[in-house]
Structure formats: structure tokens, C-alpha cells
């Protein structure tokens, strides 16, 4: 949202009102589904916090999970977003009027993906005291980020603040990162993630440039196939377990 927000105040600086509001359209599009990483976040902080201190194994296991709900999320709202761009601004916005916003759209469904997968990371550096590092991160990816901006704005208009706040989004996460290096490699250097990508970058693929599904049939079966494999293969049973209970995120809390 931060980096959102420069884009926005850089935008009406340098190219004007409509520009801001061909960004600000697509932001409203893609505000509810950036803010499910938040909503979790404030539900496991408090717990988190106390298990790094008296439990680490279990507060791990449990940002792990946070970080495969995450990941699974990510990958049918980003080739939704992503493929189906145009049929959303047009239904929404009407495309004669704001044909500018869907490639706009498009890097932020990729900004989505990067935001929701990596995530956990971020919230293992707010509940082990590190926070100074996010801050630290944050301060220094603005600075480039107005920097970039100045350039990227001013070459390739509503696509190029886009661009930037993709590549912003991508070096915070990747600091955010290289302070769980282990981790990654454990929780994403695996068959199962591995295929799982793999299956989304070939079906976001296939749906753009080969075959055209109307929007209306795409979406539901994309949203029903990631539920099924996530359900019957990217989850043990042990996870579908606590997923499923009601009373998942209360008995955390109680922790």
C-alpha cells in the first residue's frame, strides 16, 4: 500500500488527475484480496509472538501452514487477474475508458503472487524483535522506489509506476527473505511447490496465448481446480486437519 501510495502522489505530479485515476481504479480492484495477508497476520501475531519465545518448533509449524494457505492463494487470484484483465476492467470500468488500467492490472496480479507467498517471512521478523529490519528495508526500497519512478513514470506512464512498485515489492520480500534462507529452502525448494508453480505458469500460460475460455467459465474452474489440488495434494492430512477446524485460529490464540 505504501508504494502504492508514491505512485499515486508521483503520478499526479508528473502526468496529472487521469492517470492517478486509471491507477486508483485498479488498486480499488485488487485492494480486498491484498489485505487477506494482513488479516491473518493480526490473528497469529499475538500467538506467534509468545510461541518464538516458548515454543519455536510450533510457531514455526504454524507460519509454515500460513505460508502454504498463502501460496495456494495466490496462484488462481494471480492468473485471474492476470489473464483475464481486459474482461475485468471492461465489466467493471468499461474498456474504451480505462484500456490503460488492464496492463496495470496485470503487474499487480504478479505483485499479488510475490506479496502473498512471501509473507510469512515478513511476519517472522515483526515476531522474533526484528523489526528494525523491515523498517530499515522499507526506508531504503522507498528511496529507490521515487528514484526508479522519476525514470520509469515518465518513459512508460501508468505501466512503468506499476513496474517499479512489482520490482519495490520483490526486494523487500527478497531482504525479508534472505533472513529465513533456510527456510526457503525447505518450504519452497520441493517437489510438491515445484509442480504446483509449474501446473500455474503453464495453465496462466495456456489460457492467455492458446486457448480462449470466456471469462465467466475460466474463472470458476480455475478457482475449483487450485481448491482440489490444494485440498488432495498440496495439504497432508495433518494440515487439512487443523484447517478445518472451526476453531483453528482460537486455539492458536489460546496458545
Request: hydrophobic share 55%; aromatic share 18%; proline share 2%.
Amino acid at each position: 500500500n505504501l508504494f502504492f501510495q508514491i505512485d499515486t502522489i508521483l503520478l499526479s505530479l508528473w502526468m496529472g488527475n487521469l492517470y492517478v485515476g486509471l491507477y486508483q481504479a485498479v488498486f480499488k480492484l485488487i485492494i480486498l484480496p491484498l489485505m487477506i495477508p494482513d488479516i491473518l497476520n493480526l490473528a497469529l501475531l499475538p500467538a506467534l509472538s509468545r510461541l518464538f519465545v516458548s515454543e519455536k518448533q510450533k510457531a514455526l509449524k504454524i507460519l509454515y501452514l500460513l505460508n502454504k494457505i498463502l501460496f495456494i492463494a495466490s496462484l488462481p487470484i494471480t492468473i485471474v487477474l492476470f489473464v483475464y484483465s481486459e474482461d475485468i476492467i471492461n465489466l467493471i470500468y468499461g474498456y474504451n475508458q480505462y484500456s490503460a488500467s488492464v496492463p496495470v492490472l496485470r503487474m499487480f496480479a504478479l505483485n499479488i503472487f510475490f506479496r502473498f507467498s512471501f509473507e510469512a517471512f515478513a511476519l517472522i521478523l515483526t515476531t522474533t524483535n526484528k523489526q528494525i529490519i523491515r523498517m530499515y528495508t522499507v526506508i531504503v526500497v522507498t528511496v529507490f522506489n521515487i528514484i526508479l519512478n522519476y525514470f520509469f513514470i515518465r518513459k512508460y506512464g501508468l505501466t512503468g509506476a506499476a513496474i517499479v512498485s512489482l520490482i519495490s515489492i520483490i526486494l523487500v520480500y527478497g531482504v525479508y527473505s534472505f533472513y529465513s534462507s533456510v527456510l526457503i529452502k525447505k518450504w519452497y525448494f520441493n517437489m510438491s511447490t515445484f509442480l504446483l508453480t509449474l501446473v500455474a505458469i503453464l495453465i496462466g500460460y495456456v489460457l492467455d496465448s492458446v486457448v480462449f475460455i470466456k471469462f465467466y467459465i475460466g474463472i470458476p474452474i480455475i478457482l475449483l481446480f487450485f481448491s482440489a489440488i490444494g485440498f488432495y495434494f498440496y495439504f497432508n492430512q495433518e494440515e487439512r486437519k487443523m484447517l478445518f477446524n472451526l476453531n483453528f485460529l482460537n486455539n492458536i490464540k489460546k496458545t
